[in-house]
T-cell receptor
Framework: DTEVTQTPKHLVMGMTNKKSLKCEQHMGHRAMYWYKQKAKKPPELMFVYSYEKLSINESVPSRFSPECPNSSLLNLHLHALQPEDSALYLC??????????????FGSGTRLTVV | AQSVTQLGSHVSVSEGALVLLRCNYSSSVPPYLFWYVQYPNQGLQLLLKYTTGATLVKGINGFEAEFKKSETSFHLTKPSAHMSDAAEYFCAVSETSGTYKYIFGTGTRLKVLA
């Protein structure tokens, strides 16, 4: 299995809702990443987990809360989002954090719309 | 600090013509360099990478790139464009120490004309 699976593919949520994005990989990768991508822009790093521990938080607002329950699963909990948070949210993984030179495997993303 | 510059946010080529997408980087240490492709409403897919060794790197779908240290460039080429190559292409550089973060270029949208 050489895929990163993200669910749901599309999500529409109100500003008062609480929702979660899910990311799963079964490649034995120990580094996992959340990226946010606005239209016609490159991905922006949000969070990095290495061995299930948060390694990097790129000063992301607290309305985004990541979680890594085990080595295969990465969640992003969303609460009280703003319309400007609407974007494509991408999950990625790599074998190890230091092995980023092998390249990342990206999921297909969750298209989030905040209304 | 490392940075990546992609010249040309939009490139149009005719089907069968040469594809050339430009990427220049800035780095104080030897970088790791990557090209990713993104099709509409999809994630990013690794096309090819340069880490060490041979400076001409071959990737998937007939693409290749050459690392030129003297020019700080890593341009992506394909001899003959196909309609299916139409997509967004991102060049990226990875830090080789510390946090090993990726730094992405702003992307180049490739359009292939019939």
């Amino acid at each position: 299995d050489t895929e990163v699976t993200q669910t749901p593919k599309h999500l529409v949520m109100g500003m008062t809702n609480k929702k979660s994005l899910k990311c799963e990989q079964h490649m034995g990768h120990r580094a996992m990443y959340w990226y946010k991508q606005k239209a016609k822009k490159p991905p922006e790093l949000m969070f990095v987990y290495s061995y299930e521990k948060l390694s990097i938080n790129e000063s992301v607002p607290s309305r985004f809360s990541p979680e890594c329950p085990n080595s295969s699963l990465l969640n992003l909990h969303l609460h009280a989002l703003q319309p400007e948070d609407s974007a494509l949210y991408l999950c990625a993984s790599s074998s190890l954090l230091r092995d980023s030179y092998y390249g990342y495997t990206f999921g297909s993303g969750t298209r989030l719309t905040v209304v | 600090a490392q940075s990546v510059t992609q010249l040309g946010s939009h490139v149009s080529v005719s089907e069968g013509a040469l594809v050339l997408l430009r990427c220049n980087y800035s780095s104080s240490v030897p970088p790791y360099l990557f090209w990713y492709v993104q099709y509409p409403n999809q994630g990013l897919q690794l096309l090819l990478k340069y880490t060490t060794g041979a400076t001409l790197v071959k990737g998937i779908n007939g693409f290749e790139a050459e690392f030129k240290k003297s020019e700080t460039s890593f341009h992506l080429t394909k001899p003959s464009a196909h309609m299916s190559d139409a997509a967004e292409y991102f060049c990226a550089v990875s830090e080789t120490s510390g946090t090993y973060k990726y730094i992405f270029g702003t992307g180049t949208r490739l359009k292939v004309l019939a």
